[in-house]
């Protein structure tokens, strides 16, 4: 079974930080990649960031790149997003993904298994 385990969201004012995990089980980091995605209510849950295991590859969306930085802890089968810089339209549900696929696009049509979300608030 494929467990995802998101934590770390809240209330920030624009221009603070935030940092995003994500504990995994049931699968090794080895394979394929694993992402964020944000969503908000009633709009489309879209790519943020994902890593892929075989090179590193890493994708960020144009939206934060500068700002947003994923990381993984291999020994503890947990991937971080850390969230700088924060403006309000980074309030969003944040979801955590895995396995899937990370190129030069990250669609969640690609992600099998879902966390249950963790919500950031950013206030102006």
């Known amino acids: 079974e494929v467990r995802l385990v998101e934590s770390g969201g809240g209330l920030v004012k624009a221009g603070g930080s935030l940092r995003l995990s994500c504990a995994a089980s049931?699968?090794?980091?080895?394979?394929?990649?694993i992402a964020w995605f944000r969503q908000v209510p009633g709009q489309a849950r879209l790519g943020v960031s994902c890593?892929?295991?075989?090179?590193?590859?890493?994708y960020y969306t144009n939206s934060v790149k500068g700002r947003f930085t994923i990381s993984v802890d291999n020994a503890k089968n947990t991937v971080y997003l850390q969230m700088n810089n924060l403006v309000p339209e980074d309030t969003a549900v944040y979801y955590c993904?895995?396995?899937?696929?990370?190129?030069?696009?990250?669609?969640?049509?690609?992600?099998?298994?879902w966390g249950q979300g963790t919500q950031v608030t950013v206030s102006s």
């Open positions: 890593i892929r295991f075989s090179d590193g590859n890493i």
């Open positions: 993904a895995a396995p899937g696929l990370c190129g030069s696009y990250l669609s969640r049509f690609e992600y099998s298994n």
């Open positions: 049931g699968f090794t980091f080895d394979n394929y990649a």
